[in-house]
């Protein structure tokens, strides 16, 4: 629960802060639905879409700083990606292992028509 209402706060300032001057877009599937609806000009989806992975780059390279000290605690200079003691989850969501390509497509699709639902 704590997580979830974490992304949920997380997600609200972020779009609050940023709506005033880009729309709040954080999400380049978000820029793509607003250029394809002819709401967001080519050059800006451009321009939001490049900025938006650069900030992913950046926020995972802050939580890599904030976390660095508990990784190399726990593992050492050992990196593992999934498992009881996976570092990847700090950085990005993935499907658990049992989880097909098929599934995860759909969750993506499901997710982003989702988003395009409630934005409009």
């Known amino acids: ?3 979830n209402l974490g992304w949920g706060f997380t997600i609200m ?3 609050y802060t940023c709506s005033k001057t880009s729309g709040g877009h954080l999400n380049p599937a978000i820029s ?3 250029y394809t609806l002819g709401k967001l000009p080519l050059s800006h989806f ?3 879409s490049i900025v938006q992975v650069l900030g992913a780059f950046v926020g995972t390279a802050f939580a890599y ?4 000290d508990q990784t ?3 593992l050492g200079d050992l990196r593992i990606v999934a498992g009881p003691n996976g570092t990847a989850g700090l950085f990005t969501s993935m499907p658990a292992p049992h ?3 098929t599934i995860a497509f759909w969750d993506q699709v499901i997710t982003i028509l989702l988003y395009y639902k409630y934005i409009l």
């Open 13 to 15: 300032f972020c779009v």
């Open 32 to 34: 793509l639905m607003f």
């Open 46 to 48: 451009f321009y939001y």
């Open 1 to 3: 629960m704590q997580i």
């Open 72 to 74: 190399h605690h726990v």
């Open 99 to 101: 989880v097909s390509n």
């Open 65 to 68: 700083t904030v976390y660095l």
